[in-house]
C-alpha cells in the first residue's frame, strides 16, 4: 500500500487549506501552455463513475472567444442580480462578485468543463459528479502551481449560447466554467461550518 511521507501529508494539507476562490487576477501574467497542461492532467486522474472518464476540457485562450463568453456571462448575470434581494447581493458583493464579467477578457486562460452524458450506461447525475470530482483536482493543482481559480456555474440563460460558442456536442454539457490566473488578491477563508454540524454516526442526525 502506498503511504504518503510526513511532508508530503503537510504539503497535501496545506494546498487544501490554501485554496481560495479568487476574482481578481494580475493581469500581466500568463499561464504557460505546460502549466495548463499540468492543471489538465491532473485532472484527469479524478475518479469517474465506471471509469467512463466522461470529461472534456476546453482551454480557451483565443480573446474573440473570451470577449463573446464575457459577453455572455454579464448579459444573463446582470439579468439574474435583478432578482437577487438586497441581502443576497449584498453578500456576493462582499465576496467580490460582480454581475460585470468583462474582466474575462483579460484572464490568460479560462476552462471550459463538459462531460458526456452516456444514458443507460453511467446515470447523469453520476456522469456529473464525475466531472466536479475533476474540477476539485484541477482547482487543487492551480493552488500547487501558484495560481488561484474559481468557478463559474453557468444560469440556465446562458447554457445555449454557451453550447452554440464552442460548439459543444448534444450528447454533452457543460459542469462549469473556470477561471484561472496569478491572483491579485489574497483573500482571507471564508467561514466554514463546525465539523459537529455536517457529521453525524450510523444514521442523519444534527447531533455529533
Request: proline fraction near 3%.
Amino acid at each position: 500500500m502506498f503511504l504518503f511521507e510526513e511532508q508530503l501529508k503537510l504539503d497535501f494539507y496545506k494546498v487544501v487549506k490554501n485554496r481560495r476562490s479568487v476574482r481578481r487576477f494580475k493581469t500581466d501574467s500568463d499561464i504557460k501552455d505546460d502549466v495548463v497542461r499540468k492543471l489538465i492532467e491532473t485532472a484527469c486522474l479524478a475518479p469517474s463513475a465506471g471509469n467512463y472518464q466522461n470529461w472534456h476540457f476546453i482551454i480557451v485562450k483565443d480573446a474573440q472567444k473570451k470577449r463573446r463568453l464575457a459577453e455572455i456571462c454579464t448579459k444573463f448575470s446582470r439579468l439574474a442580480w435583478k432578482d437577487f434581494s438586497k441581502n443576497t447581493a449584498k453578500l456576493v458583493a462582499g465576496r467580490g462578485g460582480t454581475w460585470d464579467k468583462s474582466y474575462m477578457t483579460k484572464l490568460s486562460v479560462l476552462i471550459v468543463v463538459c462531460y458526456e452524458t452516456i444514458g443507460k450506461t453511467v446515470q447523469d447525475s453520476n456522469a456529473h459528479a464525475s466531472a466536479w470530482c475533476a474540477i476539485e483536482n484541477l482547482l487543487l493543482a492551480a493552488t500547487a502551481e501558484g495560481l488561484s481559480a474559481c468557478v463559474y456555474n453557468l444560469w440556465k440563460r446562458e447554457i445555449n449560447p454557451m453550447r452554440k460558442l464552442f460548439k459543444i456536442p448534444k450528447n454533452y454539457k457543460i459542469a462549469a466554467i473556470i477561471q484561472a490566473g496569478y491572483p491579485a488578491e489574497t483573500p482571507e477563508q471564508p467561514p466554514k461550518k463546525k465539523l459537529e454540524e455536517v457529521t453525524s454516526y450510523d444514521a442523519f442526525s444534527k447531533e455529533l
